[in-house]
């Protein structure tokens, strides 16, 4: 049955596309019904508590084959990359370091690339996770770190800035109990990427940590 569905938080359009049933998330996003959320949210796996996208039916598909005989369908499994780039405290990446990557009780051993970055195909609908580095050579060794998959809230809200900040290490606090943390962390993130440094969070510094932050 078609309809509209309220975006909660963890949700992302391959978890709900998943949830729904369809094997393409696409077919979900580029129904016209859901033209403004898209013009709102660029990034169909960046959603908003509160959004409404719209669950179009489903339309039955039809293969002609001949009878008498045997037919193999394969059904295609809706699948979401997973990237994280991996940096010292000097912001210098963590190149070739063996990691164990489990996500929702399975372990993937992955290798940071030379830019510190990793990439896996995880299911459409994980929600969250944690990243194990191995390598010696790093000072993080044995530390486990918490993923959480689809908790990132658009750049246009305070606390998707809060998330990006915090992410890139520029601890900001939660934005209520501390509003100076919070100032402070953007004023450092500006004076390091070249922008004005007022400590406002506006639409030049929303761009820049949305490009520095990768999405």
């Keep these: 049955m078609s309809g509209y569905y309220t975006v909660k938080q963890g949700d992302h359009i391959s978890s709900i596309t998943k949830a729904y049933g369809f094997t393409d998330w696409e077919t979900i996003w580029n129904d016209p019904n859901n033209a403004e959320l898209k013009q709102l949210r660029t990034n169909p796996n960046v959603l908003y508590p509160g959004d ?36 010292d405290l000097y912001e210098e990446p963590i190149k070739n370091a063996n990691c164990d990557l489990i996500i929702d009780g399975t372990t993937y051993a992955v290798t940071t690339d030379g830019d510190g970055k990793v990439e896996q195909i995880i299911n459409a609908d994980a929600k969250s996770g944690t990243l194990i580095i191995k390598d010696p050579q790093t000072p993080f060794q044995s530390d ?72």
């Design 52 to 87: 409404q996208v719209y669950i179009p039916e489903k339309e039955p598909r039809l293969e002609p084959r001949p009878t008498e005989a045997r037919h193999i369908f394969k059904k295609h499994k809706p699948k979401l990359k997973l990237r994280l780039v991996l940096e």
């Design 144 to 215: 486990v770190m918490p993923i959480k998959i689809g908790y990132l809230d658009p750049v246009e809200e305070v606390s998707g800035q809060i998330g990006r900040l915090d992410n890139l290490g520029y601890f900001p606090g939660d934005g209520t109990t501390d509003p100076d943390q919070f100032k402070s962390a953007i004023e450092e993130f500006q004076c390091d990427n070249g922008l004005a440094v007022d400590g406002v969070c506006g639409a030049g510094t929303q761009a820049k940590l949305k490009e520095i932050h990768g999405c």
